[in-house]
C-alpha cells in the first residue's frame, strides 16, 4: 500500500512540475508592429505605394495574400476611406525589438487614381482575412498627390536627402538637389505631407528643409511650384535605407497582438 | 645557404600571418572612413604586437578576445548600383528594383589564422568567434534577408543616370586568440562592419 502511495505521489508531483514549468514557459504570441510613418506618393500610371510592417511569425495569415480579402486605407478622424489594390506582399530586412525577431513586411498597393490630393491626416490600415477577423492597423499620415502635366522641365543634375544631425530616426531633414542654369522664382515646394517648405537657394543647389516630427519619412515625390503658375514634379524616390528602424523608432511604434 | 632559406621562411611565414585572409564587400567600397581609430587594414605590425599581448594570456579552451575600436561609427560611399543611358531623341521611364541582401548589411574580414566561411548569404568567422565577440542582436541577419526596393526614373535624352549608395555604419575591430588543451591553435585580427543607414543619390550627366 505504502509503495503504490509513494508511486501515486511521484506521478502527482511530476504532473504538477510539468504544469509548472508549461506556464513558466511564455507562450509565443504573434504580434504586429507599424512605426508612424509619413507616405506621400504620386498618383501616376502603374505607380505603387509601399506599406510597411513588421511582424514575428511569417507563417501569420495576415501576410498570405491568398487569405486577405480586402485592405481599406481610411482616416480615422474624417469619413473618408478607400480600398487599395494590393499588388504584392514582399520580405525585408529583420530588426530585434524587445528581444523578438521581426521581420520587415512591404505591404505594396497600385496607387489610386483621384481627381484631386487626397491626405490622410491619421491613417488606419483595416486588412480583412478570408476568416472573417479584421485587424486594424495606425500607419500614419497618407498623402496622394495629383501628377501634373511636367510644364517646367528642371535639368536637375543630382538629388539626395538627409537625416537631421545626431536624428537616428528614419526621418529625411532636408533634400538636396544641384541643377544646371537658371531656375524660375519658386513660389511653393511641396512633398505631399507638407506643403510650404522653407528652402534656400546656393549656387547651383537648392536645399528643402522639412520639419521635424514623430513620424518616420524617407520616401517622397517632390513637387516645385514657380511664380508663372507652372509646376515641376520629382517622382518618388527612396532618399533614406535604415536597418535599424525599429531600433530607434521609440513611441512611434504601434503594437498588436495577432490571433 | 641554410641560413639564408631559412631567413626567408621565418619572413614569409611572418607576410603570411599577417596577409588578409579573408575580405567582404565593405572593402570594396569607393571610399570608407571612421570617426576614430583604424581599420584592421591599417593595423601595423606593433600594434599587432601591443593588442596580442593582451590575447596571449593561456586559456583551457575558446577564444580570447581584444577589442581595439567598439562599434566606431563609420561613413562610406558605396559603388554605383544603377547606370542608364538614353542615347534616344525621346525620355525613357526606367523602372529598377534595387535589392539589398543580408551580405551587404554586414561585412567581415579576418587577419593571421582566424578564417571566414561563408554562410548561404553572409560570411561568419569560422570556429564560433561570432559567439565570442558577443556583439548585439543588431549584428544578427536571416539567411535569406533580403529587401527589394523598386525606382523609377525619367530618363531624359542625351542623358546617363547613376545611382550611388553612401551611408553610415559601425566598425568593431581588434584581435583574437583561440586556446585548446593551453594550446594557442588560432590567432589573428578580426574586423565586423554593420551598414546602419543608406543614402541613396541620383545623379544624371549629359552623354
Redesign the interface.
Known amino acids: 500500500m505504502k509503495r503504490i502511495l509513494f508511486y501515486l505521489a511521484v506521478i502527482l508531483l511530476s504532473i504538477c512540475l510539468g504544469v509548472i514549468l508549461d506556464k513558466m514557459n511564455p507562450k509565443f504570441q504573434p504580434k504586429l508592429l507599424t512605426v508612424d510613418t509619413e507616405y506621400s506618393y504620386l498618383m501616376k500610371e502603374e505607380s505603387i505605394a509601399t506599406f510597411s510592417l513588421y511582424v514575428n511569425d511569417l507563417s501569420h495569415d495576415i501576410i498570405n495574400e491568398t487569405m486577405i480579402l480586402r485592405i481599406i486605407l481610411e482616416d480615422s478622424e474624417k469619413e473618408d476611406l478607400i480600398e487599395l489594390t494590393l499588388y504584392e506582399i514582399d520580405l525585408g530586412h529583420t530588426e530585434v525589438y524587445l528581444n523578438e525577431v521581426f521581420t520587415r513586411v512591404f505591404f505594396r498597393f497600385l496607387v489610386p487614381h483621384l481627381s484631386e490630393d487626397w491626405i490622410f491626416d491619421d491613417a488606419m490600415l483595416r486588412i480583412e482575412l478570408t476568416d472573417h477577423t479584421e485587424i486594424n492597423l495606425r500607419l500614419g499620415r497618407v498623402t496622394f498627390l495629383k501628377s501634373f502635366e511636367q510644364e517646367t522641365l528642371v535639368d536637375w543634375q543630382s538629388l539626395d536627402g538627409f537625416k537631421r544631425t545626431n536624428d537616428l530616426r528614419s526621418r529625411l531633414g532636408e533634400i538636396r538637389l544641384t541643377y544646371i542654369g537658371l531656375l524660375k522664382p519658386i513660389t511653393q515646394i511641396e512633398i505631399g505631407t507638407h506643403v510650404n517648405l522653407s528652402f534656400q537657394m546656393i549656387e547651383d543647389t537648392l536645399t528643402i528643409h522639412i520639419p521635424n516630427d514623430d513620424y518616420l519619412l524617407y520616401d517622397v515625390p517632390l513637387r516645385l511650384h514657380f511664380d508663372d503658375g507652372t509646376t515641376f514634379t520629382m517622382p518618388n524616390f527612396m532618399y533614406i535605407v535604415d536597418y535599424q528602424i525599429l531600433k530607434e523608432s521609440g513611441p512611434m511604434i504601434n503594437v498588436y497582438q495577432l490571433d | 645557404m641554410k641560413r639564408i632559406v631559412f631567413l626567408f621562411l621565418c619572413v614569409l611565414s611572418v607576410y603570411v600571418y599577417h596577409l588578409n585572409v579573408s575580405a567582404s564587400s565593405y572593402q570594396g567600397y569607393e571610399k570608407i572612413s571612421l570617426s576614430s581609430g583604424k581599420f584592421l587594414d591599417d593595423y601595423t605590425d606593433k600594434d599587432y604586437r601591443d593588442y596580442y599581448k593582451k590575447v596571449h594570456k593561456l586559456k583551457f579552451n575558446g577564444w580570447r578576445v581584444y577589442i581595439v575600436n567598439d562599434e566606431v561609427k563609420a561613413t562610406f560611399i558605396s559603388e554605383t548600383l544603377f547606370s542608364y543611358y538614353n542615347d534616344g531623341y525621346t525620355p525613357i521611364e526606367y523602372e529598377y528594383s ?1 535589392e ?1 541582401k ?1 551580405s551587404s ?1 554586414i561585412g567581415l574580414s579576418a587577419t593571421g589564422s582566424i578564417g571566414l566561411k561563408m554562410g548561404k548569404t553572409s560570411p561568419k568567422f569560422k570556429n564560433n568567434l561570432d559567439s565570442a565577440l558577443k556583439l548585439s ?2 549584428y ?3 539567411e535569406d ?10 530618363v531624359d535624352p542625351g542623358t546617363q543616370v547613376d545611382l550611388y ?1 553612401y ?1 553610415e555604419g559601425k566598425v568593431t575591430n581588434g584581435v583574437a586568440a583561440r586556446y585548446s588543451l593551453f594550446i594557442r591553435v588560432e590567432k589573428g585580427g578580426f574586423e565586423v562592419f ?12 549629359k552623354i
Open positions: 534595387l539589398r543580408s548589411k542582436a543588431d544578427s541577419v536571416s534577408e533580403k529587401e527589394t526596393y523598386k525606382m523609377k526614373f525619367l549608395v551611408g554593420l551598414v546602419t543607414t543608406e543614402y541613396q543619390r541620383l545623379e544624371k550627366k
